[in-house]
C-alpha cells in the first residue's frame, strides 16, 4: 500500500525564496569528485574568480557504439533554486544511469547567483532570460559550449518555484513525440506533492503539465530551454520543484523525476 505524502509547506517563502541555502563550492567540489570517481570528464567553459562553469560527460558503457540517446541536464541557472544542483549530485553518487545513453551534465550554470542567493547573477541578469540578445559572459560561455556539441534527444532543465504548491514541469514538444511528461509527474508524485493548480505562472496547467506554445520567434528574451529547442534538441523539459518544502523532499522530487525521463 502507498503511504501518505505527509510532507507539508514551510511557509517561509513570503515574496521570494527565504529556505536553506548551499555552500555552492562545496556542493561543486563534491559534484566534481562523484563524476570523477565514475568516470565522467569534465569541460571548465568559464570562470570568474574560484568559481566555474563546467560541463560533466558521460559516454555509453557500450565502446564504440553509437549511443541510443544523447542527453542534456542543466541545473543552477537560478541563485535561489538550491535543490537542482543538490540534484545533480545526488544523481551522480548514485550512478545508475541507461547503459547505452550519451549524457551531458551541467551542474550549475549561475554560482555567483549562488554565493548571493540570488535569482540573478552578480552583475544582477536573470540569466535564464539571456539566451536570445545574449548579454551575459556565462551565456556567452554556455551556447558556444553548447555550439560544439551534438544535437541531443532530450534536454532536462532543472528548477525551483518559491511559490509553487507542488512539482510541476513544462513540455517543449513540437513533433508530438511520446511523452514523457506524466510519467515524470507520475514518479515525483511518490515523493513530493503535484502542484495542480489550473493556472500556474499564467499559464493553463493539467495535472502538473504546463504544454506553452511558444513562438521562440515571437519572445525577445529566451529562457535556456527555448534556446534548446530551437538550436539543440526537439524534445524536453523544464522541471520545477516546490521551494516552500523541505530540501530534500525537492531534490527527490527532481531525482526521480530526471530518472523516470531517462528510463523512457
Ligand atoms: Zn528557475
Redesign the pocket.
Known amino acids: 500500500m502507498r503511504e501518505i505524502l505527509r510532507v507539508q509547506k514551510l511557509g517561509k517563502n513570503h515574496g521570494g525564496y527565504h529556505g536553506e541555502t548551499i555552500d555552492i563550492r562545496a556542493v561543486l567540489h563534491d559534484v566534481k569528485a562523484a563524476a570523477q570517481s565514475h568516470g565522467w570528464t569534465s569541460e571548465l567553459f568559464y570562470k570568474t574568480g574560484d568559481l566555474e562553469l563546467f560541463a560533466l560527460h558521460r559516454r555509453p558503457e557500450i565502446g564504440g557504439q553509437k549511443p541510443e540517446a544523447r542527453i542534456y541536464i542543466s541545473a543552477g ?2 541563485g535561489d ?1 538550491p535543490a537542482g544542483p543538490l540534484a545533480a549530485l545526488q544523481l551522480l553518487r548514485e550512478n545508475s544511469w541507461p547503459p547505452d545513453a550519451e549524457l551531458w551534465l551541467l551542474p550549475c550554470l549561475n554560482p555567483t547567483g549562488f554565493i548571493l542567493n540570488s ?1 540573478e547573477n552578480d552583475g544582477r541578469k536573470d540569466l ?1 532570460r539571456d539566451y536570445r540578445h545574449v548579454e551575459t559572459a556565462e551565456v556567452r560561455a554556455h551556447i558556444a559550449w553548447l555550439e560544439r556539441q551534438p544535437k541531443f534527444n532530450l534536454y532536462l532543465c532543472l ?2 518555484d518559491w511559490e509553487s504548491h507542488g512539482f510541476y514541469l513544462y513540455e517543449q514538444n513540437p513533433d508530438n513525440r511520446p511523452s514523457l511528461a506524466e510519467k515524470m509527474i507520475e514518479t515525483a508524485r511518490q515523493v513530493c506533492p503535484i502542484d495542480l493548480s489550473e493556472n500556474i505562472e499564467g499559464r493553463p496547467a493539467h495535472g502538473g503539465i504546463i504544454r506553452p506554445n511558444i513562438n521562440p520567434q515571437e519572445r525577445p528574451d529566451w529562457p535556456e530551454a527555448l534556446y534548446l529547442i530551437s538550436h539543440k534538441a526537439r524534445q524536453g523539459y523544464t522541471l520545477e520543484a516546490p521551494s516552500d518544502f523541505p530540501l530534500n523532499t525537492r531534490v527527490d522530487a527532481l531525482v526521480e523525476a530526471v530518472k523516470a525521463a531517462l528510463a523512457g
Request: overall charge negative; hydrophobic content about 15%.
Open positions: 541557472i537560478h533554486e535569482r535564464n528548477h525551483e
